[in-house]
């Protein structure tokens, strides 16, 4: 189990350094002179030159790498171009509303996806599964920014019921949250609504109606939790969903978040700001799924037997 776990990590850490090595090289290949950026289109070229030097972008690529990953270690995400403050400062005041969102936008898509996954699979073959089905076809075929949009129009402009936009508070955060997390619930309910359907003709399911096993028992703590596996992997890739969803939810509500924040350092060539935001997402994104992964042992009791016999 230890040694299973260190791997995974050692695993996670490999990843993260490969992001932060793509991500470098890949905005550095980006056309544009940062220095030109800082000092402005009119700027001579001995004053491009002395913030050229000042930046370090005068440096061979090697170098700029090396000093980058020093800061990293150190916990220096660079200095933004605009602003002239660190990078780490900025995205982490914009990081709680993030989180918030994602995190309620997460849970929404579970409660939907599963609560909506065991009822079809409760009600196969019936109206209520084709409806959802139907529902749920319509949403996943339906952009966020596009069923934002909707949202707004019916809530906001329409009924009048919800703010369009706004920071903090309950009401102006219902419609990003419910429109981020509809999105991801689709491919849960799907999931799980496949999962416990393939469950119900498994061989133990056999065996255990003939030992005597209520239907109501055999369904939610046997098939359910074994379809809680592919579910809860399908959750940790959806994380990536939810974080570039973020990107266009902040934009679309007008709220604060890192999302909005890199939309608007893209705009303004603000390499740093831009660099430090995905990189988070990055981490964030690795770190989720690492948990996802140790999660097994404690889901599917099966995963936890196999990994003690591996290693013996």
Request: hydrophobic letters at 50%; aromatic letters at 6%; one cysteine or more.
């Amino acid at each position: 189990m230890l040694r299973r776990i260190l791997e995974r990590v050692l695993v996670s850490l490999g990843v993260i350094f490969g992001a932060v090595t793509l991500i470098f090289l890949v905005l550095n290949w980006l056309p544009g002179d940062a220095a030109t950026l800082v000092a402005g289109d009119d700027a001579s070229a001995e004053t491009i030159a002395h913030v050229r030097a000042k930046l370090g972008t005068n440096r061979s690529l090697g170098a700029q790498y090396r000093s980058y990953l020093a800061g990293l270690v150190h916990g220096d995400l660079g200095t933004s171009y605009v602003t002239r403050e660190p990078v780490v400062s900025r995205l982490a005041a914009q990081l709680p509303a993030t989180a918030a969102l994602t995190l309620a936008a997460c849970s929404v898509a579970i409660l939907l996806g599963v609560g909506l996954g065991v009822l079809s699979a409760l009600n196969h073959g019936r109206w209520f599964d084709q409806v959802v089905q139907a529902v749920s076809l319509f949403w996943v075929s339906m952009p966020s920014f596009w069923l934002g949009i909707l949202m707004i129009l019916i809530f906001s402009v329409r009924l009048g019921w919800l703010p369009v936009i706004g920071d903090g508070g309950l009401l102006p955060s219902v419609l990003p949250v419910l429109t981020l997390g509809m999105v991801v619930s689709v491919p849960l309910q799907r999931m799980v609504r496949d999962g416990m359907l393939e469950g119900l003709h498994e061989p133990y399911v056999t065996t255990l109606r003939a030992k005597g096993l209520g239907e109501r028992r055999i369904f939610y703590v046997h098939v359910l939790r074994n379809a809680l596996t592919p579910t809860v992997t399908l959750l940790g890739v959806l994380v990536g969903e939810l974080l570039s969803g973020a990107v266009i939810i902040e934009t679309l509500f007008a709220r604060q978040g890192i999302g909005r924040t890199t939309v608007e350092a893209i705009t303004q060539k603000d390499m740093p700001v831009v660099q430090g935001a995905i990189l988070i997402a990055s981490v964030s994104y690795v770190l989720v799924n690492l948990l996802v992964d140790l999660s097994y042992n404690w889901i599917d009791p099966r995963t936890r037997l196999a990994t003690s016999k591996g290693t013996r």
